[in-house]
């Protein structure tokens, strides 16, 4: 039994081997890019959408509100596609495991891994868009510059645990399912690959809201003196500060 595709190897060649991690990323990308352009392809201005126009939209404005709860009305609207395509990826793929001989690439720790790194990532890249080199790194001499080696732990403590949760919870679902249909009727392995799917997709919105609070944080760093410059930059030159 297989517990992770990273132990599923569909091809080797030398020292290169191919695995069921590496194959099944490659398709869902693949599927996700196509679901994409079916749905966009007949997109004309003013003309009625179509059905999967329309489920696109409503899968946009839905990520796009979580969005906007988390970040504020005016802030994260440039996340949007990020998170948006994280949620998407996970959710989809641990769908998916209701297809026979389906394997989620979730359930492997080093695509868990590289979607946590990628957040991780996302953080200082937003955040010092939004608010420079210098309003962003001010976070971490707050309130004092021995603290930065804290803050910089704690931004590594949680990406590994966004790695860590998400693999668990996908790898311990397959493999108690899997463990069900060895030892049990149908009914029982049924109820639970269904229990399983709900899971998935909690995990995904999970994976997803933590990114973006931890993107919304990056993109509030930044320093008083900067804050009040920018609100001084937008006050009418000799009117009060306030519209």
């Not at 596609?81 to 394997?103: D, M, R």
């Amino acid at each position: 039994m297989e517990i992770t595709p990273d132990h599923l190897v569909l091809l080797r060649w030398g020292l290169f081997n191919l695995n069921a991690t590496i194959v099944y990323t490659w398709a869902l990308m693949l599927l996700l890019a196509a679901a994409a352009w079916l749905g966009t392809r007949h997109i004309r201005p003013g003309a009625p959408g179509g059905r999967w126009q329309n489920v696109l939209e409503a899968v946009v404005l839905t990520i796009r509100g979580q969005v906007r709860e988390i970040s504020g009305q005016d802030n994260g609207a440039e996340c949007i596609p990020f998170v948006g395509t994280l949620f998407l990826f996970i959710a989809v793929s641990n769908t998916l495991e209701v297809v026979p001989g389906w394997h989620p690439p979730t359930g492997s720790l080093s695509t868990t891994t590289a979607l946590a790194v990628c957040v991780a990532v996302s953080v200082p890249i937003f955040g010092i868009r939004r608010s420079g080199l210098k309003g962003y790194l001010h976070h971490y001499l707050t309130p004092n510059f021995l603290l930065a080696p804290i803050h910089l732990m704690s931004e590594f403590t949680r990406t590994v645990a966004l790695a860590a949760r998400l693999f668990g919870n996908i790898m311990s679902g397959s493999l108690l399912v899997a463990l069900l249909l060895s030892i049990t009727p149908f009914f029982v392995p049924v109820t639970m690959q269904v229990l399983g799917l709900l899971i998935g997709l909690i995990q995904a919105y999970i994976f997803s809201i933590l990114a973006m609070v931890y993107i919304a944080a990056g993109l509030r760093r930044q320093s008083g003196p900067e804050v009040a410059a920018n609100d001084a930059d937008r006050t009418p030159s000799g009117g009060p500060a306030h519209g």
